[in-house]
């Protein structure tokens, strides 16, 4: 069975959409098969994995026409990864979304035909920085979610506000299978700040904090530029050597569920 | 009357919540009222400035229940800086706003009120990192909207949305007095591509980008933790000065409109 996985913060550019492309990219390289769905009308996910958004060709059309979306399914710069592309009418599909009579399941029905195809080992949703509604259809139809967390303060408030969002979404029966894969401290830079932080939710959350951290590096910066996951861009930056262990990571405990 | 600043950007984290805390303070050490409406349900800015969240006491009870927002205006930790808090409640209201006749407008009825008391130089409104209904509310009732924008290729890209939503406000009807305050360049450190993103921006947006460029500095990610801005908690810092200057600049801006 295809495993869907939301990478989701509300808090914004704490590194999203960065773990996603490199996390899909590392994955398939352990042999994986990965699609991403870009659920961020931002369509960073779409550039950062060097496909062009094209209107007509994304999430939009089958969230709110019902089409099936296979016919959306493209290609990506990295092998055994593809994507569900997004586009700027994308944030229009949320108020047509609210007005639908069960606004939580939208994305759920449409992604169902491709799970049960099981054509795909991982499913990695990238989430918008919202509370909105795309990102609680994207809680809904996950089976877990991780959490990138920058190591600064205002990050770390808003951790209990996305865990509490979990809570309620498996609690209410939205979805009771949903769980929190992890969560993954980003572009940290030795300072006190960042250790205090890393201290407070080592001790708040425990061992759901994964052991990789990710430093910050320019790197990171530039390689969507290229339309390349950085681990392909830069792969003996310290960035890549990040994100490779945590791909590492993210299997081993991955097996232990 | 009151000057309404919206200072948005869908791209998260680029620096709004900074940017809005530290030019209310500068501007209000030279002499200026100044209230910020904090429009994002994580409520950094609440926080930012030194005041607790509280349940009821936010923009969200008077946007659904109408109610007048005085009665939710309270003090910060910065002289003559007053704010209308933020709640996580907040997030809901987006699907509420939506069920409205008038979706885009609901945001103006309720500072229509405040505007015409005058009592406040500027109104400044932090907004959440969205395309959704909140924001759309925001730009609909603003006077001009300042975009904070990181040195970064993903936050370049996003660019042209955001100056496209604010076109589209504008030519729609929904605000025709709506014009883009400025572009501030944030988190600045010397790299070469912060320094070709900074070379197309200026290209292609001229004089619209603000001639201060906001370094990054630790002092800003420390500051939020002491409820203060960072003109506060540490003035000779780089980025302290960075924000004096950039205050100065906003304020003989907006002296030649
Ligand atoms: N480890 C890193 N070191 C330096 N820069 C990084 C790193 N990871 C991400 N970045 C850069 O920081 C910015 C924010 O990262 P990213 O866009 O992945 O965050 P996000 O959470 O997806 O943002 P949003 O909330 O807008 O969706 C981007 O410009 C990205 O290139
Ligand atoms: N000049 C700076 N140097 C270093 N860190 C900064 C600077 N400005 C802001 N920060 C930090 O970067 C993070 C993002 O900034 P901020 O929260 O102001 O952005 P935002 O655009 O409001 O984010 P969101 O999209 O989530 O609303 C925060 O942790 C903040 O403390
Ligand atoms: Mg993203
Ligand atoms: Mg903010």
Redesign the pocket.
């Known amino acids: 069975m295809s495993h869907v996985l939301a990478v989701s913060n509300?808090?914004?550019?704490v590194g999203k959409t960065t773990t996603v492309v490199n996390l899909a990219a590392v994955i398939a390289a352990h042999g994986k098969t990965v699609l991403v769905l870009d659920l961020d009308p931002q369509a960073n996910a779409t550039s950062g994995l060097g496909v062009e958004p094209k209107s007509g060709v994304s999430l939009y059309n089958a969230l709110v026409d019902l089409e099936n979306l296979n016919d959306v399914i493209v290609g990506t710069s990295v092998e055994n990864v593809n994507i569900i592309p997004s586009e700027v009418d994308l944030a229009g599909a949320e108020v047509e979304i609210a007005r639908m009579d069960d606004h939580l399941h939208g994305l759920q029905k449409v992604l169902d035909p491709i799970i049960d195809q099981n054509v795909f080992d991982y499913i990695i949703i990238d989430c918008p920085?919202s509370l909105g509604i795309l990102m609680s259809n994207a809680l809904a139809a996950a089976d877990s979610v991780l959490i990138p967390m920058?190591c600064?303060?205002?990050?770390m408030e808003?951790l209990s506000v996305i865990t509490g969002l979990v809570e309620r979404i498996r609690t209410s029966g939205a979805n009771p299978k949903l769980r929190i894969e992890g969560v993954l401290m980003t572009m940290y830079s030795h300072t006190r700040l960042a250790d205090d932080v890393i201290e407070q939710v080592r001790s708040y959350y425990g061992d759901a904090v994964y052991d990789t951290i990710i430093p910050r590096s320019v790197r990171a910066g530039e390689a969507p530029s290229f339309g390349l996951p950085v681990v392909a861009y830069a792969p003996s930056s310290t960035v890549a050597e990040g994100y490779f262990a945590f791909g590492k990571e993210f299997l081993d405990r991955a097996k232990a569920w």
Request: charged residues 20%; glycine residues 28%.
């Open positions: 509300q808090k914004g550019g920085p920058q600064e303060y205002y990050a808003g």
